[in-house]
């Protein structure tokens, strides 16, 4: 026997151990009951669930809800085991269902479909509407209506309050590594308005994440810089923008303001954060007008 057909003969060995443990060890849920077996391979599927299960329903997070740099909820999923998004991992946790996003783990999602494993996806938020009607199917999924539908209230409530204030109608630029931006149709643009500010990647056409010439920066003058994370390990090349001396002297002639990138990467009440700081940034005196 090649190489190359043992490799194929156990792959095939390990599907058929892992279908005839299915049929063996699986419980199938009772219809209509609540998941009580939950796992979460994706960022903001494993932040939602945090915000929402009961208690002991969710077995275990991805090991990503644990980073700072990504995650708004590292202190809360510290009590969650982690996972690592690999098929054989989540099966031996016996999941009654399995919450992914759409562009994560496909290859896990296929085979624990084949498995008969159900999974629900979840697409990325781009608007504040998107993040409650995220939050209103994961309560929906988990049994949990009553809370999704608080959490939902609490981010109209916020949002409400915020409309009523004055507009300061200030251009603001979101400038991050490698001289990313974020325009029309993302959730970073949403929090952007929900301020009372204007996107300059919008005003410029940009929708979804592109790459900005610092020299379209410059000569736009945006009132504020609004900068992600900048503690990258040196050295750190994603980050050669900032110490551009055209950069830097924007900086001083506009003014900044630090939004984390975990606070808009995915949906939540923590997304309200992002508001209030830049809300905040644009009453602050180094912001010009």
Do not use: W
Request: charged share 20%; net charge positive.
């Amino acid at each position: 026997m090649t190489g190359r057909t043992r490799k194929f003969g156990k792959g095939a060995a390990l599907a058929a151990t892992l279908s005839c443990a299915l049929s063996i060890a699986a419980l199938p849920a009772r219809a209509g009951a609540a998941p009580a077996r939950v796992v979460s391979i994706n960022l903001c599927t494993d932040q939602l669930a945090m915000l929402i299960a009961d208690k002991g329903q969710l077995l275990s997070v991805s090991a990503i809800a644990r980073d700072p740099h990504s995650s708004a909820m590292t202190r809360e999923a510290s009590a969650f085991p982690v996972n690592h998004g690999q098929a054989e991992e989540i099966f031996l946790l016996k999941p009654d269902l399995v919450l992914a996003g759409t562009y994560t783990a496909r290859a896990t999602v296929g085979l624990l479909r084949g498995l008969d494993i159900r999974v629900e996806q979840f697409v990325p938020d781009t608007s504040f509407e998107d993040v409650k009607a995220s939050i209103r199917r994961m309560g929906t999924l988990l049994g949990r209506e009553a809370r999704a539908e608080e959490l939902s209230r609490r981010i109209d409530a916020e949002l409400e309050r915020t409309s009523r204030l004055p507009r300061s109608g200030k251009l603001a630029a979101l400038y991050y590594a490698n001289s990313y931006t974020s325009g029309a149709g993302t959730l970073a643009h949403a929090v952007i308005e929900a301020a009372g500010l204007e996107n300059l990647a919008a005003r410029l056409g940009i929708r979804g994440t592109a790459s900005i010439p610092l020299e379209a920066l410059v000569m736009a003058m945006p009132d504020v810089v609004v900068a992600g994370d900048r503690d990258y390990e040196p050295p750190a090349l994603a980050q050669e923008n900032f110490s551009h001396p055209a950069f830097r002297a924007l900086i001083e002639h506009s003014g900044e303001v630090a939004m984390p990138v975990r606070n808009t990467v995915c949906g939540g009440p923590f997304t309200l954060a992002a508001v209030r700081m830049l809300r905040a940034a644009a009453g602050q005196d180094h912001v010009r007008r």
